[in-house]
């Protein structure tokens, strides 16, 4: 039996939610299930279109255009499988898809609603997906408030609870994280009072200024953060938000990967706090962006991207078929930077090189 998300689903994807109510498992699924390319299949936003059920999408001719990143493809698909031969999973109704990409605002922003029972509903914000764009709107969190997918999330929340009977959870993996956190907080007040609870899965934090705002405080106690041992993604510019820490099957980055994330029953497996290198680490990197002028953290990630773009990256799976290619073209333009950008794009640049680490330990320690 497996102990992660999809084993959960083997367990008890037997219960409907109307006998086990809807937990933070059930969340992290839905938010895995939002990093599917539900483009063309899900109800779009604006369109007047009955919800399509999980079970109904696995008999849909195109279905294994849900399976595109090709990181992901065999544990999506076998994710997928689980959630649509289960009671629990493959009833659920999904609308209300939107999918953005825009390289001229610098925003990757996409989200679904999900209808569990006629009365439970979930909204889910797609965190970074392996559009490059995702990656550098992530990175602007660090000095811009707010960046385009946070007034995209809020804009959305407030279209999704229009259409909403009752109250309602939202949550989110990653950069979903931090939208349903931000939607919620910056949400009118008579949608916000209907949120039950916010689920923020590995999510980065925000800037102090965002953090100090009243309409944080009107949440903060609703919020449910999850961080695995070795964070470093959720515990970007982590400040103030309450968290969790789970046990996890690999290390480093591969953490921030729900699939790894470890699960006992109908609950994570729990360790008492980050493990010290990363919390350094964290704390190296939290301090930096606090000190640092807004306008030399846009620099460096101005660089940053350029360096990735003039390498011939444009996601996240062109590593895959052209990795010596890309990595020698990254390598000559880091040479070029002083030394202290050099030292920061290095740490950056690892967090896209860990998915490939057999193939680029030779490479990365000459960055530096």
């Known amino acids: 039996m497996k102990n992660n998300i999809v084993g959960y689903i083997e367990n008890y994807g037997g219960i409907p939610f109307l006998e086990k109510a809807f937990n933070k498992v059930d969340a992290l699924i839905l938010s895995q299930f939002s990093y599917f390319k539900l483009d063309g299949i899900v109800p779009s936003v604006g369109e007047d279109m009955e919800p ?34 289960s009671e629990r999973f493959g009833n659920i109704k999904l609308s209300h898809f939107i999918n953005l990409l825009n390289d001229r ?35 602007n969190m660090a000095f811009m408030t707010p960046v ?41 007040p008579l949608v916000r009072e209907r949120i039950k609870t916010i689920y923020s899965q590995d999510g980065p934090g925000f800037t102090k200024e965002t953090l100090a705002d009243a309409d944080f ?17 959720g515990m970007l510019l982590q400040t103030q938000e309450d968290y969790k820490v789970i046990e996890s099957r690999s290390v480093g980055i591969l953490q921030h990967d729900p699939f790894n994330w470890l699960v006992e029953g109908d609950d994570f497996v729990y360790r008492d706090d980050i493990a010290g290198r990363y919390s350094i680490s964290d704390a190296s990197v939290n301090e930096w962006a606090k000190r640092a002028d807004p306008g030399e953290m846009k620099l460096f990630v101005d660089r940053m991207y350029d360096v990735l773009v003039s390498a011939g990256v444009s996601d996240l799976n062109d590593f895959k078929g052209n990795f010596k290619e890309i990595t020698a073209k990254i ?13 920061r794009i290095r740490a950056v ?13 030779e490479s990365l320690p000459f960055i530096g």
């Open 52 to 85: 399509i059920s999980v079970r109904s999408i696995a008999g849909c001719e195109s279905v294994s255009d849900l399976f595109a990143d090709e990181r992901y493809r065999k544990p999506n698909m076998e994710l997928f499988e689980a959630m649509a031969s």
């Open 349 to 361: 640049l690892s967090v896209f090189f860990d998915s490939f680490r057999d193939r680029v330990k």
């Open 105 to 139: 605002w610098e925003m990757q922003f996409s989200a679904v609603t999900a209808y569990l029972t006629d009365d439970d509903v979930h909204v889910v914000f797609r965190g970074t997906d392996e559009n490059l764009i995702g990656w550098k709107e992530d990175f």
């Open 331 to 343: 390598l000559v333009a880091v040479e070029k930077m002083d030394p202290d950008d050099k030292k």
């Open 217 to 233: 405080g009107a949440v903060s106690s609703r919020i449910e953060k999850y961080v695995p041992h070795s964070s470093i993604i």
């Open 148 to 188: 385009p997918a946070q007034v995209k999330a809020v804009d959305y929340l407030h279209y999704a609870a229009e259409r909403i009977h009752g109250d309602f959870t939202v949550g989110g993996h990653s950069k979903g994280g931090n939208l349903a956190v931000y939607s919620a907080m910056k949400c009118s």
